[in-house]
C-alpha cells in the first residue's frame, strides 16, 4: 500500500470506530503487545490467564529475555 492509501484507510476506521475497545486488559503497550500476540492463537479470556502472569512479574524488555 502506498501511504496515502495506509492514511485513508486508517481515517476511515477512526471514522467508523472512533474509540474501540477490547477485553484484553493491560497495563503497558508492552503487555498490550504481549496479548495481542497471545490472542491471534486463542480467545481473549485464555491469553488474559497466559500472560498476566509472566508480564507482572518482569519490566517492559526484560520479561521477554524469560520466554526463552
Given at each position: ?5 495506509v492514511?485513508l ?9 472512533p ?7 493491560y ?18 479470556k ?23
Amino acid at each position: 500500500m502506498e501511504a496515502a492509501q495506509v492514511h485513508l484507510l486508517f481515517s476511515r476506521l477512526q471514522a467508523a470506530c472512533p474509540k474501540p475497545t477490547t477485553e484484553l486488559r493491560y497495563l503497558s503497550p508492552f503487555e498490550l503487545l504481549v496479548a495481542v500476540i497471545l490472542s491471534a492463537q486463542s480467545t481473549d479470556k485464555k491469553s488474559q490467564r497466559g500472560h498476566r502472569p509472566a508480564v507482572s512479574a518482569r519490566q517492559y524488555s526484560t520479561s521477554v529475555a524469560g520466554f526463552g
